[in-house]
């Protein structure tokens, strides 16, 4: 039966942290990337397939397309790190019937009206509400950019007052 080992918000996907310390740290085989863009854009998908290191099955589904999938995990044995740029594809996917019990948040690009939740962690005002509802939903958020090198873990239920919740 195939698992999800993790699932983590991270706008750059893949990249080194992801590949050198996540992977190992969860014993992944798979990661799959989540996101209508990228899932439709041959040229992102072939950067990414050249990011992944040898052994690792890289997929890339539109989120319908994650959901049809997330209901058939009994197939396969795969262990999966499960990448998404946004909150949002995590919203969209619960209203589908997926409810993961964890999401990782990893780095966030500053961006206009953003705020700073967390180390290089910034959400804009519409990433904030769809992780409290996430948070909400009873769905544990917490930041950590890197499993190694003394970063710390950081939980939603203490950096949402950054962002303004009580």
Not at 105 to 124: E, F, W
Not at 138 to 149: E, N
Request: proline share 5%.
């Amino acid at each position: 039966m195939s698992e999800i080992v993790m699932n983590r918000v991270d706008d750059r996907l893949i990249h080194g942290q992801v590949i050198s310390g996540w992977l190992g740290l969860r014993n992944a085989n798979s990661i799959w990337i989540v996101d209508d863009d990228v899932a439709t854009n041959p040229m992102m998908l072939d950067i990414f397939c050249f990011a992944a290191p040898p052994g690792v099955k890289l997929k890339a589904y539109t989120v319908d397309q994650a959901a049809e999938r997330l209901a058939h995990l009994n197939e396969g044995k795969e262990r999966i790190i499960f990448l998404a740029k946004f909150p949002k594809t995590f919203t969209r996917l619960v209203e589908m019937g997926y409810k993961p019990e964890d999401i990782n948040y990893g780095a966030m690009a500053k961006k206009a009206n953003s705020i700073t939740v967390g180390p290089n962690c910034d959400l804009s005002p519409e990433e904030i509400e769809d992780t409290e509802k996430l948070y909400q939903l009873g769905i544990r958020i917490w930041i950590q950019l890197v499993p190694m090198g003394g970063y710390k873990v950081l939980e939603w239920e203490k950096a949402r007052k950054k962002a303004g919740f009580e």
